[in-house]
Structures are given as structure tokens and as C-alpha cells.
């Protein structure tokens, strides 16, 4: 399959797992170092609500999210 696409198509292999590489990790960095940071909520459903409102800032954020990946230095 991969050698009918190799005229537009470049394969890089990379590490079974480098957190570097991943921008999610950096978003979930972000997310406990700004709304869950120092969180000690006495009910589930106040982390829930912490952690939902960090994911729509971030979601809701373009350069954030694209900072995210530039980050690991990938490209598309």
C-alpha cells in the first residue's frame, strides 16, 4: 500500500515512544500546569469541569495547538 503512494508520500520511522515527538503531551503538560495545578477538588466532577475548561482553551486556542506541534519539530 505504502509503495503505490511513494511519489508524494515520505515514511519516517521514529521511536516506539519520545513524549517530545507527541504534542499531546505538551497539551497535557499545559492543561495540569494552569487549571489543574494545585487542584484539590473534594468531588470528581470539579477536576472533570477543570479539565474540560483547560481542553476548549487549548482547543479553542490555533497558535497554542500549532505551537504544540511545532514544538516537537515534525512537519506535515
Not at 470539579?46 to 495547538?65: Q, V
Request: proline share 4%; hydrophobic share 40%; aromatic share 8%.
Amino acid at each position: 500500500m505504502l509503495a503505490g503512494q511513494q511519489h508524494w508520500l515520505r515514511v519516517e520511522q521514529l521511536p516506539s515512544y519520545a513524549h517530545d515527538l507527541n504534542p499531546m503531551e505538551l497539551a497535557w503538560g499545559n492543561l495540569k500546569a494552569t487549571e489543574l495545578a494545585n487542584l484539590c477538588p473534594e468531588h470528581l466532577d470539579e477536576a472533570d469541569t477543570a479539565a474540560h475548561t483547560g481542553l476548549h482553551r487549548i482547543g479553542g486556542s490555533y497558535d497554542l495547538c500549532f505551537n504544540f506541534l511545532d514544538h516537537t519539530g515534525l512537519r506535515l
